[in-house]
């Protein structure tokens, strides 16, 4: 089944840029939507001539509208890694504070514990603490964004009368029960095998929608409402789409290699859906000395021109780049999460709801009413109590730790110094002990005392760039009329989307249909096949820090047009409002040899996880070697462990 989209006329009179078929007004650019007028946009309307001659971080310090409209309710203001963060995390890798005699403001606050960084890892590490201190011990957790969360944050809307929530980042949860992630989830109240999701509310026959921003895009073969997109890349103007089109391969505009790749792909994914490879651990071990795509080429015999179009962005989505850079230890990737896969459970907003219980346990009033998931997900924090004398763990938010070190030798001393920023004034305290979970790229540059054995593994980690743009529509019959409730593309901006049924108890309405307003997610991971991973990495944060707000907003709503306004879609009436997440830094990467060590010398990360540094140990998900949150707070339960004994 085959469907085309219609381009639309340019508007006369309005300029589009050189790559838009679209003009201004037909996207919808000037449209009172959710997001900030931008202010300079002459400035940036010239943004690629002036990427020629400025550093990306010298443009980014010239946008005023850098992060765009951010939002509504708790989050507003705190939407990926915000401008001011940013700066001030550019400005402790470029040696601002790198003198010891930095003045600062003496807080003459003593914490037995100081935890660097309120994401999962953070908090979950206090939370460790608090269940392990003695009642007059105290814990301080240092936060540089205006909220607690980290990569598990949400973004919220309103749009006609409804309240909507969607993941900023970290999206898919687990259940509580056995194992260490499920003890924390039953102590902490997150009942998530209780929710119910959104039934279907729109008319027969009833779609089958996922619960995460992946769930159909993982799949293979997805669900027939989930389609391919195929534009001017593929010989295609205008555009068209094939609904269900794993059963209906020979309708893709594909040379006839690539195609009978397509067919000899779906039939390895469904043998291995019969009878899955178990090898041991040993055997995958050995897998980390390849990438992925040598697997998919050599055992499987796809080409690699099939393994960068249509694998590529897949594991990117979830592992920051493609097989061509990643260790061949999680080869199964490629064959997705199989067909009869449990959909996959989340928050309304993602994994705030994780954190947002670590810390309605940490702090009992921060959100008020009894710590069911329905209170902690819905009602407002009370950002006042988080920072109270009183707490026996506290948080601070907006606050940049800029230098970590211990007062005198490492393995002597008794307390370690840390220093801040807040407000632009410089702060200093002390602590017994330091959980340093910001992640890697910035905890090498705090520690002024690190030895060179950790700071050289911490150069060793890769981290790619991810923009997650939040685009709140007011329906979705432009997808509904097509067949479809998501679907997948390979050229433009992005690559996939779909509709999310939202867990009850954070949606307005307990079903969806293609008249509800709905959140759809693009996650654009940043990866160049082919070049070496630290390239790749490096020219993703160039490219997401380096782009006004204005050209993702345009990027965004051409795709939509391109691929949407033959059904019906309409960027200037349907789009109400924009939130773009920018994460500098964002999976860790593990290239091969990352997670094992390379012939028989130990992993670099194990240099950081085997002991604490004096009186400092680490957290963050990155030591984990895969960014999700089982191993943020596996990593901060064996940190605070490692610390016990110096507390
Ligand atoms: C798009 C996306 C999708 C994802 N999807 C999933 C998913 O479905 N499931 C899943 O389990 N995981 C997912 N993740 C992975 C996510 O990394 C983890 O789930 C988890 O949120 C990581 O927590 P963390 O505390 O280790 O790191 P972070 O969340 O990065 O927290 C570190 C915190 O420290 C702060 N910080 C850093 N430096 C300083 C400083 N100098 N001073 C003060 N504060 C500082 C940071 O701003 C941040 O708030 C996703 C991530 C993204 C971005």
Known sequence: ??????????????????????????????????????????????????????????????????GGYTGEGDYAGAN??????????????DGVFDSPSTPAVDTDEVFDLVIVGGGI?????????????????????????????????RNEFIVDGHRLMAPQGSNMCGLPGPGLVGELYTRIGAKTHEFKYQEWGGPPPAMPLGRTSYDHFRKFPS??????????????????????????????????????????????VNEWNQSPRHETQEELRRYDNVTIESIVTERYGLSREFARLFIASNIAAGYGVGPDALTGYWYRLIFGLGPDTTPGYSFPGGNTGVARHIVKTLIPD????????????????????????RNQVRIRLRSTVVRVEHEGEPEKSSYVRVMYTRDGKVYRLKARAVIMAGGGWITKHLVRDLPSTHRQAYDQFNYNATLVANVAVRNWRFLHKLGLSGGRWFEGFGYWTEVRAIATIGADSPTIGPDSPTVLSLIVPFFYPGLPLAEQCSKGRAELLSTPFREYERKIREQFTDMFSGSGFDARRDIAGIILNRWGHHYVV??????????????????????????????????????????????????VGQLLPVL
Request: charged fraction near 20%; glycine fraction near 10%.
């Open 590 to 639: 593990a290239q091969p040899g990352f997670t094992w060590g390379e012939e028989g010398k130990p992993a670099p990360r194990d240099i950081l996880r085997r002991a604490p540094f004096g009186r400092i140990a680490f957290a963050n998900t990155d030591l984990g070697a895969v960014s999700g949150h089982v191993m943020a707070i596996e990593e901060a339960h064996r940190a």
């Open 366 to 389: 921060v959100i008020p009413g009894p710590r069911t998931t329905e209170a902690v997900c819905r009602n407002r924090i009370n950002f006042g109590t988080l920072d109270r004398l």
């Open 80 to 93: 990926g890694q915000t401008q001011e963060v940013m700066l001030a995390a550019h400005a402790v890798r």
């Open 223 to 268: 669900v027939a409402s989930f389609g391919f997109w195929f534009g001017p890349k593929f010989g295609q103007q205008p555009g068209r789409w094939v609904v269900d089109p794993w059963n209906n391969l020979d309708q893709l505009p594909l040379s006839p290699e690539l195609r009978s790749d397509f067919a000899k792909f779906l039939k390895l």
């Open 1 to 66: 089944m085959m469907k085309r989209t219609r381009k639309s006329k340019k508007d006369k009179g309005q300029v589009g840029t050189e790559a838009s078929q679209h003009g201004d007004r037909a996207l919808g650019m000037n449209a009172r939507i959710c997001r900030r007028d931008f202010l300079n946009s002459t400035l940036l309307a010239s943004g690629s001539a002036l990427l020629e001659s400025l550093t990306p971080l010298e443009l980014l310090g010239q946008q005023r509208d850098w």
């Open 121 to 153: 890892s953070g908090l979950a590490s206090a939370l460790y603490f608090q269940d392990q201190a003695k009642p007059n011990q105290t814990c301080l957790v240092l936060e540089n964004h205006p909220i607690f969360g980290g990569q598990a944050r």
